[in-house]
């Protein structure tokens, strides 16, 4: 028998991997703090709604939370009629959300005196990956139990499954994928203001580089994006700052010294207080604002 699953948040990638698990055959149960948005994916889709996280919990086998941040996530969680008041001792958590790794493992002790087990599972691959059941999906935790019950669940929405470590290890490896994704596009504004200030072709230029060793996802997307470099990705700044001081925590948290992440750090969060809500495509127009160009 299939177990019943609950999803908490069903937000813009929440609510086409919760039709995902639906697909799957599995019944579901949803929360989300926008009671509208809630009841109209239930009704559409064919499922319960829950009035709180807790009766969510008492309804279900094993809970995705898929939210903004790890605060919220431990809010939703073990705060005031939290998942954690409803769901009962061998109940699973899995945490899809982009969150911190070291909160992810408190989280994971704490649950654990309730006979809670947690898995992170973060993912890649966007709102297009999440609608099609192609999300890159990194996870966290070594009980082989508890992944060989959430495996299937997480193959229907996701082609691309890895198990990275302990518990956080997922979180700590989104972290890194999103910082390398930030680096290579920030790179890639830099190189298209630079070319065109020399008065290079910036096709051309992507196209050398493609063919080269600064090749990467960013300057192939970089070229598909061209003439329009600023044509959105879908993708919000203000969430790449959020993932980027995600590693750039991490790495503090090690003890480790990463001047890079830092640095983008420092660049992005000041993309947002001058561009406000954008696309990251539009990082381009801040370069341009701090460089004096039109």
Do not use: W
Request: with cysteine.
């Amino acid at each position: 028998m299939k177990p019943h699953i609950g999803f908490v948040g069903i937000g813009n990638m929440g609510s086409p991997m919760a039709r995902r698990v639906l697909g799957g055959d599995y019944s579901l149960t949803v929360f989300d703090v926008d009671l509208d948005r809630m009841k109209q994916f239930s009704s559409m889709n064919g499922c319960r709604a829950a009035a709180t996280p807790a009766e969510l919990g008492r309804h279900v086998d094993i809970v995705i939370t898929m939210l903004p941040n790890g605060h919220v996530v431990r809010e939703a969680v073990l705060g005031t009629d939290g998942v954690a008041a409803g769901l009962r001792s061998g109940g699973i958590l899995v945490d899809m959300s982009s969150a911190d790794a070291a909160g992810t493992r408190e989280l994971g002790a704490e649950l654990a005196l309730r006979g809670i087990a947690v898995a992170d599972a973060p993912v890649s691959g966007g709102v297009g990956g999440a609608a099609a059941g192609t999300l890159s999906i990194m996870v966290g935790g070594e009980d082989d139990a508890v992944f060989r019950r959430i495996e299937p669940i997480l193959q229907t929405m996701g082609t691309k499954l890895f198990r990275a470590g302990p518990l956080g290890a997922g979180h700590a490896a989104k972290a890194l994928n999103n910082l390398m994704g930030a680096l290579s596009m920030l790179g890639c504004a830099e190189v298209l203001l630079i070319s065109r200030q020399f008065g290079l072709d910036p096709a051309k230029i992507f196209e050398i580089i493609n063919a080269s060793t600064g090749r990467s996802s960013g300057t192939e997307s970089m070229a598909k994006r061209l003439p329009d470099p600023t044509r959105p990705l879908g993708f919000a700044l203000a969430l790449m700052a959020k993932d980027v001081k995600l590693a750039s925590d991490l790495a503090r948290d090690l003890k480790i010294e990463a001047p890079i992440a830092a640095a983008a750090q420092r660049i992005l969060a000041d993309a947002c207080d001058k561009l406000g809500p954008a696309d990251v495509a539009e990082t381009i127009h801040y370069l341009e604002k701090i460089s004096g160009r039109p």
